[in-house]
């Protein structure tokens, strides 16, 4: 009777072990090590951006590519935050089904003459919650002027979708509280937050 009851209990051990490890892998880390799950409260100035990967339906699942940058109103990419390749070897690649980062990224290097690939691209990622956030500088380092600026979320899955959102916002004096932007299959939850910079955050 005792063997029995210690392999009860042995097996029932493993399961709730399984489990709360699979529940703990959906909270996935922001690159700064936070939980993204509870989305705390924010303080620094600048824009901050939440968003969502999911793994659609299908045998054929790969991990998309990401991008997350901010465009003035000509439509130059000023600032890359997240830029999530294939970085196996022989090196980051793929980064042309990232149809419209791509090639604005190329109009970019001629005026910066600057590899952001790599310089700050990263691993795909799994389902989970990230955030990302803008600090008021370019990619050179030097302060974003007052002004209106497109947020970009796009993502490209081998095998599977292209999709991208575009929100227009304004970039100054005035704060703009948290909006909710209209997910899809990719990216079904994405928001942001924009903080007035203040002389501590320049």
Not at 16 to 33: L, M, P
Not at 109 to 133: C, F, M, Q, V, W
Request: net charge positive; glycine share 8%.
């Amino acid at each position: 009777m005792k063997w029995r009851l210690m392999i009860f209990f042995l097996f029932f051990s493993s399961v709730f072990a399984t489990v709360a490890i699979e529940q703990d892998s959906i909270h996935v880390r922001a690159k700064d090590g936070s939980p993204v799950s509870d989305e705390p409260e924010v303080t620094q100035g600048g824009l901050h951006v939440w968003f969502s990967l999911q793994r659609p339906s299908g045998s054929r699942y790969r991990r998309p590519y990401v991008a997350i940058w901010l465009e003035d109103r000509d439509g130059f990419p000023v600032k890359t935050g997240v830029l999530w390749l294939q970085t196996n070897q022989p090196g980051p690649r793929w980064h042309r089904d990232l149809t419209r980062w791509y090639r604005n990224d190329r109009m970019r290097k001629l005026a910066e003459n600057t590899n952001l690939i790599d310089g700050i691209s990263g691993p795909t990622r799994g389902p989970g919650n990230y955030r990302t956030h803008f600090d008021g500088t370019d990619n050179t380092g030097k302060q974003l002027p007052h002004g209106e600026y497109t947020l970009c979320l796009e993502a490209a899955r081998e095998h599977g979708t292209y999709k991208i959102i575009r929100e227009k916002i304004h970039w100054g004096n005035e704060g703009i509280a948290k909006r909710n932007l209209k997910g899809n299959i990719e990216i079904p939850m994405a928001s942001y937050h924009f903080i007035p910079l203040q002389p501590k955050d320049l």
